[in-house]
Each structure stands twice: as C-alpha cells, then as structure tokens.
C-alpha cells in the first residue's frame, strides 16, 4: 500500500481502510455541373437523396464530448468534484511500482489546482490492481453496498456487466453552497440565484479497480493518468474512441493510445476544480469547454 506523496506514516491507516473493501444532415439535389452548366440531379431518379453534412465547429466538438463523458449534466445539478483535501492509495503492485504511481497521482492533482491533505492523511481515493476485477466488484457489492449509494441499481447492474478491465466507483453528496449538510431532508439557503445553485455536489471518495493483465503494454505514467481523470472527475464512459483523451486507454480497439494525460485531459480536470462549485451543469460544461480550447491552443 503506498499513499500518495509516499506517507509512510499512514501506510497501516491505508492498509486497514483498503482490506475493508477488497475480498444534423441536410438533403438536396447536386448542384449544377461547372463544366457542362447542366445539373446532375437530372441524370437521377426523383427519389434520389444527396446527403451533404457540415462539419461541426472545433468548439462545438470539444463541448459535444465533454458533454457525453460527464456524468450528470442537468440544469438543476452543479458537477461533481472533491471539495475536501484529496488523499491517494495505491494497493496491489510492487512498492517500486506503487511509488510511481501514487508520485503521478500526486503530480496531476496538483496541476489540476486540487488541494492535497498532506503527509499524513485518511485515503478518500483508492486505486487497487487485482487479478479478477469482476469478482472485486461483486464482493464489494456485498460486503459495502453503502459505497454503491449514489448509483441507482440500475446503475450498479450496468456496471457489474460491464467490460472491464476498470471500474471507478465514487460515492457523492449534496452539501450546501458552502459546505453545509443536509439535516433530515432539510438544507439552510442562505442565498437564491437564478444564475448559480444553492447546493454543491461533493465527491466523498472514489474506488478504481483495475485488472493487473490490462497493464501489458501499458507505462504505469498512462495508467495513473487514467486513473486520475477517472477517479477526481465524475466521468462516464461507454467504451467509445473518445479520441482525445487518457480515458480511451483499456479501448481495445483503440491504435496509437496517447502516452499521458492530453490537452484535453488536463483541460479538463483543471476547470473542473476552478472557480464555485456551484454552477449550474450545463452553464460548467460551457466553461470546461473554453478551458479545453485554452490548453490545446497553448501548445
């Protein structure tokens, strides 16, 4: 077990917590023909249709994707994210290998502007590598169905048919704008905005479960970043060629995978974790957005 940063000290404070969880087209006719001034439709049928689609802006296709990998856009949700100081775990590699993988994690959360908890800390992120991650996802299941609380069963269903060879979990709660619990059902508002909510959705802790034989051919750096982007965001992921992102990384289909997080990635988690947590979804999908658009034109 190594804990983010290499915090010795709370190595056996990981090591119990860990067990705990293991065991649009437009239709036309062609246009007229230059050379011949004639018009080529009229060489078709009548119930010929000629398709002829415009490509979508760069702009428009980053807040496309970003929309279709987040989880949870709704105008009346703000977008999950860690309010609370981030603390890694790593468990089920060598100490050589964990050391290189809790030291990446530490390095992207602190690009990303997330705050740490410091040398020594309670773990709130755990990545774990295992030798059969279905079966860690069902025992799980069993043994913490509390952690499962935020998904519908429906949810948890999709996820125990899915794939592999990773699955994050994350468990979430609605606070207050300013961190205040929910008291039997109830929240204080102190304020009303029609432009930003009164309330925040905090990510309490995220599980990654990861195959050990997904990682041949792969550096630990990939992994790692995968696993940020994976566990400090509230991602959704189908198993589509996102094309421009770390998350494709376990694609099968997938040639030319990129060595560590893009410009994309980083964009991403970085505007994720700026500004209030309380904005609305799909006003925070606009600002992710530009973030994104930022970092590649950076470059």
């Known amino acids: 077990m190594l804990i983010g940063g290499i915090m010795k000290r709370s190595v056996k404070i990981a090591l119990t917590t860990i067990a705990a969880f293991s065991s649009t087209a437009h239709a036309q006719t062609m246009p ?170 905090d990510i309490d802790s995220s599980i990654l479960i990861i195959n050990r034989n997904a990682l041949i051919r792969l550096t630990l750096r990939q992994v790692a970043d995968y696993a940020a982007m994976t566990t400090l965001a509230n991602i959704k992921y189908e198993g589509e060629n996102i094309g421009t992102s770390i998350i494709d990384l376990f694609n099968k289909e997938k040639l030319g995978l990129p060595s560590e997080m893009t410009d994309f990635d980083r964009g991403y988690l970085r505007a994720i974790y700026s500004g209030a947590g309380n904005v609305r979804g799909p006003i925070k999908i606009g600002q992710i957005t530009r973030s994104i658009l930022k970092s590649m034109d950076s470059k």
């Open 32 to 201: 007229p023909d230059p050379a011949s001034g004639t018009n080529k439709s009229e060489n078709r049928t009548d119930d010929t249709v000629v398709v002829i689609g415009r490509r979508m802006s760069e702009r428009d296709e980053v807040r496309e994707l970003v929309g279709r990998i987040t989880r949870e856009v709704t105008v009346d949700k703000p977008i999950a994210r860690y309010a609370d100081p981030v603390c890694f775990a790593v468990a089920g590699l060598s100490i050589v290998q964990g050391v290189e993988v809790a030291d990446r994690l530490v390095a992207d959360a602190l690009e990303a502007g997330i705050r740490l908890a410091g040398r020594v800390c309670t773990p709130n992120i755990f990545v774990v590598f295992v030798d059969d991650d279905h079966k860690e996802l069902i025992q799980l299941w069993k043994r913490r169905p509390q952690i499962f609380g935020s998904y519908s069963l429906s949810d948890v269903k999709s996820m125990m048919k899915k794939p592999g060879p990773a699955h994050a979990i994350l468990t979430k709660s609605i606070r207050g704008r300013d961190g205040d619990p929910i008291v039997e059902q109830t929240l204080n508002v102190r304020t009303d905005s029609k432009i930003d909510l009164p309330i925040r959705m």
